[in-house]
Nanobody, 121 residues
């Protein structure tokens, strides 16, 4: 069982930056592929980024503007987002899976509650 808690969301102006964090419980954090997804109102959940032993992967929406990283000592995964746009407004979810490369939401077993990111124009 893995519990995930996201933090770092908030309100930011267009062009600004945010760093999201996701703290995971459990002693086998390093064995999991960790992913970030987002969901805007009325839209499907969208892949943002994932990180696992096979590497890092990014979705089209934030490629070049985001960086995923992890600290296996702190059991935490991060998503650094730069150059934010109003269309990046969404609830951002952290997720964990044993699958690779973890670019599909249906591959994930554990999910956090999400953190709201709002980008004003």
């Amino acid at each position: 069982q893995v519990q995930l808690v996201e933090s770092g969301g908030g309100l930011v102006q267009a062009g600004g930056s945010l760093r999201l964090s996701c703290a995971a419980s459990g002693r086998t954090f390093s064995a999991y592929t960790m992913g970030w997804f987002r969901q805007a109102p009325g839209k499907e959940r969208e892949f943002v980024a994932s990180i696992g032993w096979s590497g890092k992967y990014y979705g089209d929406s934030m490629r070049g503007r985001s960086t995923i990283s992890r600290d296996n000592v702190k059991n935490t995964v991060y998503l650094q987002m730069n150059g934010l746009k109003p269309e990046d407004t969404a609830v951002y979810y952290c997720a964990a899976t044993t699958n690779q490369p973890g670019v599909r939401s249906r591959d994930y077993i554990y999910w956090g509650q999400g953190t709201q990111v709002t980008v004003s124009s």
